[in-house]
């Protein structure tokens, strides 16, 4: 009896406490409830809490930000130099050094009145020089002495002055020059106006300058007018005039040929405006003088016409060490001949040379002909660098 007593016990204790297992699970909470109905693994709806706590810490943060930027506006308003206009706070402020610069090269320098006239029957620029106001003080008087150098860019060795006046910073020169200028060469060219201030005993200071290209105005009646002085140009390239040749090579014999057909905007060297052109060729060996032939010497004109052709023998194997150098002499009578202009082609050349050189080897027993601008003699011998002289080979033209 007391065994079935203690297993009636041991039987009926989980009986007594199913139901009380029975009640808890059968009543869970509202938010296990909705879970539960969620057809998705336990997994997934953790990722899905940790993405929507993610997305709420995010908008949180940007909000943050949108606050904080709206309040640095406020900042920057109190110490913004435009909304303190006329405050002296604006000349504490340091501007950029470029803007120094232009500023100072482009403004107190002051305006010159001229006037220009075109006799197209007579092909004369007549200049006139009026006056100058509000020149830049280059004395330590706070005045200036200006004079006035008036040239055109076509023609630099032609230059006027007009008179120094003294301690004046609103000079009246009333002063006129005359340029020989042919008409179809006006398009081309630049007056040049620039103003100077005289030292007796230093270099004088160029207060400013104006430039203006005859292109640019019409010339078909009398102009005056002001215009504001500006820096003056640092370096004035020379324009000295462009030559038209062809070259030609054929290998299995050896023939260099090279045709001068003409030349146009020649510097002017004689007093009259005109030049006295011929050319010369020469050619260059290991950089020694090896031979020479010219042209004849066309008179009175910028714009030559030659059509002379000359043929040189130089060897295949000596090709690439051959230098031709193409200069353009102004004839003179009286005095040495003066050089105006050159250029080299070769292997050692550069630019349009250099391109017409490797043209003229790509195409063998071909003439080819090309413009070439002409440059200073002495920065063509300068780049030839040549040594003592070969035994010259003048061969009859």
Known sequence: MAVAARKGRVTASPLSGSPVAIAT????????????????????????????????????????RCCCGKKKPKKKERISLHAVSG???????????????????????????YSLEYNFRAQELKVGVKQAAELKAMDSGGTSDPYVIVYL????????????????????????????????EVPESTLVMQIYDFNRFAKHDIIGEVRLPLASVSLQHVIEQWSDLVAASKVEEEQLGEICFSLRYVPSTGKLTVLILEAKKLKRMDSHGLSDPFVKVHLILNRK????????????????????????????????????????????????????????LGCRATGNQLRHWSDMLSNPRRPLAQWHSLQPPDVVDKALGLKSHLKLSRLPR
Request: proline share 6%; aromatic share 10%; with cysteine.
């Open 289 to 344: 003088k090896w031979k020479k032939k010219m042209t004849s010497v066309k008179k009175n004109t910028l714009s030559p016409y030659f059509n002379e052709v000359f043929v040189f023998e130089v060897p295949f194997n000596q090709i690439q060490h051959v230098d031709v150098v193409i200069s353009v002499w102004d004839h003179d009578k009286v005095t040495k001949n003066e050089p105006i202009g050159k250029l080299f």
């Open 87 to 113: 405050s002296s706070m604006a000349c504490l402020v340091q501007p950029e050094m470029e803007d120094l610069e232009r500023g100072a090269e482009q403004t107190g320098r002051g305006k010159l009145q």
């Open 153 to 184: 860019t076509s023609d630099t060795k032609k230059k006027y002055e007009t008179k120094v006046y003294r301690k004046t910073l609103n000079p009246v020169f009333n002063e006129s020059f005359t340029f020989q200028v042919p008409q179809v």
């Open 25 to 64: 699970t059968a009543q869970p909470g509202f938010l296990g409830g909705w879970l539960s109905r969620i057809p998705l693994p336990k997994w997934a709806l953790i990722a899905v809490a940790v993405a929507v706590a993610v997305l709420l810490l995010l908008f949180l943060i940007c909000i943050v």
